[in-house]
């Protein structure tokens, strides 16, 4: 979706909330701190289970880690520990539950994954080995095989890939305003830009949440603020982000089924034409950051995460230099014209997989940001949701409390 049209669209929403759901005679007024794919999906998920929510948001829905991401729907590499893989697992049957109920457009048809070196590709087996062994529909194939289901790719034939048959992907922009309509048709806000400043408590109880518009009454405050999570409660539960540059092209005739991630660039088409290209490195071995010729200042660029790039030509050469790779694998991206070319930075924690639960420190409180947040924004909703209003807490969160790191 044009992201203009999906801010004016969140606007209009924001200001005309449908006020159903009046037949709770109290409801429990529940604050979420940021409009991403994890804020949206708790957000809906609540005023779904009969809360009174209000969503703030410093910028704009998606406007950042959730609007600017490869949006792959992936429970296939074998990630640890299990309770984690689990998740990503219950995440993806959530979407398929979530394509009926919300209308999220999906497209399904599996991922390709391989590694370039013969050394990475043997982990990669014996890795997917374990996978199977827990019944993880995906197997290892031939770049051959690779190919007749693929035919526009040019896989390397000897290389062996691992084909997770689940796998599939999302325009999170979509899912945000989906999740965000839903929650006002049912009574819930949005409001932005609004920034958070911090609670008011007392008696040990959270009853408002201090903002640049003023004090917004409240129960409880979920904090789903992505990258901002250290700086807003004074914890050390991320680690640096990598760079992702995501390239949108405008809607092309179908060339690829599937997700294709490659040594050096990962790749999927939308149901709509729209070919959605990502890399981490633009080259082998080589780091965003680092590219031949990148001066110093390029470098402490790169410290304040920028979403953009500082000039025209900046942004043309990362382009290029990203296209050119993916049109030796699929020649027919030669005749793309690009929509966008952004920069991504998706929160990355210290444990590697999500940090959700309630803070022990602010009472009231409840914590969730994640790795993979586009995979598992749907589960952990639905957990979230679970958690405070029936007041229990699920054994599938318990590995990732956050008083184990903060």
């Known amino acids: 979706m044009n992201r203009r049209n999906f801010s004016k669209l969140l606007a209009l929403l924001a200001i005309s909330p449908n006020q159903g759901s009046g037949n709770i005679s109290k409801k429990d007024k529940i604050i979420i701190i940021g409009a991403g794919i994890v804020g949206s999906s708790i957000a809906y998920h609540l005023t779904k289970m009969g809360a009174e929510v209000t969503v703030i948001e410093r910028d704009r829905p998606a406007a950042h880690a959730s609007g600017r991401n490869f949006g792959w729907l992936h429970a ?12 990503l697992r219950r995440s993806l049957l959530a979407y398929k539950k979530l394509e009926t109920e919300i209308g999220i457009d999906i497209h399904w048809g599996g991922s390709f994954e391989w590694h370039a070196s013969k050394e990475n590709q043997k982990i990669l087996t014996q890795e997917i ?3 199977q ?3 993880v529909p995906i197997h290892m194939i031939s770049g051959g095989q690779a190919h007749e289901l693929e035919p526009n790719v040019k896989f390397d034939k000897e290389a062996n890939m691992a084909f997770s048959e689940s796998d599939g992907a999302v325009d999170s922009i979509e899912v945000v305003n989906k999740f965000l309509r839903k929650t006002i048709n049912l009574g819930g806000q949005v409001l932005y830009p609004v920034t958070y400043k911090n609670v008011k408590v007392k008696d040990r109880k959270i009853v408002a949440v201090r903002t640049s518009i003023g004090e917004i009454e409240a129960d409880r405050v979920v904090f789903a603020c992505g990258v901002d999570t250290d700086e807003l409660l004074k914890v050390d539960v991320l680690k640096t982000s990598e760079p992702e540059i995501i390239l949108r092209t ?8 599937r997700v294709v991630v490659m040594p050096s660039f990962h790749i999927h088409q939308q149901n709509d034409g729209t070919v959605i290209i990502g890399a981490t490195n633009t080259m082998e071995g080589t780091a965003v950051g ?4 990148a001066p110093v200042s390029h470098l402490e660029r790169l410290a304040s995460m920028p979403e ?3 000039d025209v030509a900046l942004e043309k050469q990362h382009a290029d230099r990203i296209l050119a790779i993916a049109q030796q694998f699929i ?4 005749t793309v014209k690009l929509e966008e070319v952004v920069i991504g930075w998706i929160p990355s924690t210290h444990n590697g997989g999500p940090v959700v639960g309630h803070l022990k420190n602010i009472p009231g409180a409840y914590l969730a940001t994640t790795n993979s947040g586009v995979t598992l924004a749907p589960i952990i909703g639905q957990l979230v949701a ?8 699920t054994n599938l969160l318990a590995d990732f409390r956050p008083d184990r790191f903060v």
Not at 250 to 257: A, E, G, H, L
């Open 250 to 257: 405008q809607p092309m005739k179908r060339i690829i089924d």
């Open 308 to 310: 953009s790039f500082p």
């Open 386 to 393: 679970m958690e405070l209003l029936d007041g229990i807490e």
């Open 290 to 293: 680092s590219l031949p010729g």
């Open 129 to 131: 080995e374990v996978q």
């Open 133 to 135: 062994g827990y019944g």
């Open 331 to 334: 020649p027919q991206l030669k």
């Open 76 to 87: 296939s590499y074998p990630t640890k520990p299990q309770s984690f893989h689990h998740l």
